[in-house]
């Protein structure tokens, strides 16, 4: 089935372009990199897998309860609409939202392949040609797996929120080659980490756990590669220029925090657009979603040095200043661990069954002896 005969929402025409500029830079340096980088890519290298086989698609899932997370955290739960809902229509609301979240980790999956791509085309240093590469091949790999189990197992997709969307542009048409950095590898990597973690550690369901541990692996090695590049890149810059990329980092915070929450959703059930705003907004889900957005975020704004005074009052103002100091080393390398530990998990299951299955056999060879 088209893909467009499955979205909860008219997405429009069927393609988005967004007019780029900016210069495509060669490097004739083949021989020095800087050491982390290219460990970083090498890493890179060593850690491709590939979606179909790595992740068990073989799981069933209800598409009426794809996550299996607590009814506490859909919006309408505790309002007098959850009160009035038939148990088929609160499934229907399930089935809605998990469509929702996944498809803006598609859509922002497809973004990061682009600019990643873009950054390949525009950074000047070759070790870093050489990381952006594999890191478009894994949003690549993303976006096959968020687009699968949408079609395969959700049956349903929403299109890119108009925020994120916005987002994206700003990110893409901007010509100075670090943006798309700052863009996607700080801001939007940071939103998706804060989603695919708090549904990751919630949910029930096996399969979109894997799914996004698996991808949460990567995004760990992307967001130290968006750290080293840029933290050199703004050690030279002047004050005005640091300036601007600041009110670029203010802008796109607010945004992520005011308007990505969902109330496409509700207003497919009949919510005005007013009440939708308000029921998102003492949502305890969106509040601590939030909080787990900037845990992300900020302490690598403040790490590759943008923590000028304005910066520091508008995350004080979002009331996240304190999260400057957050540990994202440690966050980063939990993320892997989860995904290594997970693997491990599995392949014992699957070592024993192979084992039980062997032992039945031969068990059985001998009885008819």
């Known amino acids: 089935m088209p893909t467009r005969d499955l979205y909860a929402n008219d997405p429009g025409e069927g393609h988005w372009q967004v007019p780029a500029s900016g210069a495509a830079r060669f490097s004739w340096e083949y021989d020095e990199g800087r050491e982390r980088l290219l460990a970083l890519y090498q890493k890179g290298k060593d850690k491709q897998w590939d979606a179909a086989t790595r992740i068990d698609w073989d799981l069933e899932v209800d598409p009426y309860d794809p996550l299996g997370v607590p009814d506490e955290a859909l919006t309408l739960h505790g309002t007098r609409h959850w009160d009035l809902m038939s148990e088929r229509d609160r499934a229907d609301l399930r089935r809605h939202y998990a469509s929702w979240q996944f498809s803006q980790f598609l859509h922002g999956e497809q973004g990061a392949m682009v600019c990643a791509a873009r950054i390949v085309e525009s950074v000047p240093d070759l070790d870093a040609k050489f990381y952006s590469a594999t890191q478009t091949m894994d949003e690549a790999r993303h976006a096959e797996i968020y687009s699968r189990f949408l079609h395969e197992k959700v049956g349903m997709l929403y299109p890119v929120n108009d925020s994120l969307q916005s987002l994206l542009g700003d990110t893409l048409r901007d010509s100075r080659w ?38 949460m692996q990567d995004e760990a090695r992307h967001v130290a590669f968006g750290r080293m590049a840029l933290r050199d890149y703004y050690r030279q810059l002047t004050e005005a220029e640091l300036r601007e990329r600041e009110d670029f980092v203010i802008e796109g915070c607010y945004l992520m925090r005011d308007r990505l929450r969902g109330t496409e959703v509700l207003e497919n059930f009949g919510i005005p657009p007013q009440e939708a705003d308000e029921y998102s907004e003492r949502s305890e889900f969106l509040q601590l979603f939030r909080k787990l957005l900037f845990s992300r975020i900020v302490p690598c704004v403040k790490d590759i040095g943008l923590w000028g005074e304005r910066l520091q009052k508008a995350y004080v103002d979002m009331g996240v200043f304190d999260l400057g100091d957050s540990n994202l080393d440690l966050l980063m390398s939990q993320d892997e661990e989860l995904a290594e530990k997970l693997d491990a998990e599995r392949f014992a299951e699957e070592e024993a069954a192979r084992t039980a299955e062997v032992g039945e056999t031969v068990a059985a060879g001998a009885s008819e002896d």
């Open 178 to 215: 670090d943006m798309p950095y700052l863009g996607m590898q700080v801001l939007i990597e940071g939103l998706a980490l804060a989603a695919f973690g708090m549904i990751r550690d919630t949910t029930t369901k096996p399969l979109p756990k894997q799914i996004l541990a698996y991808v």
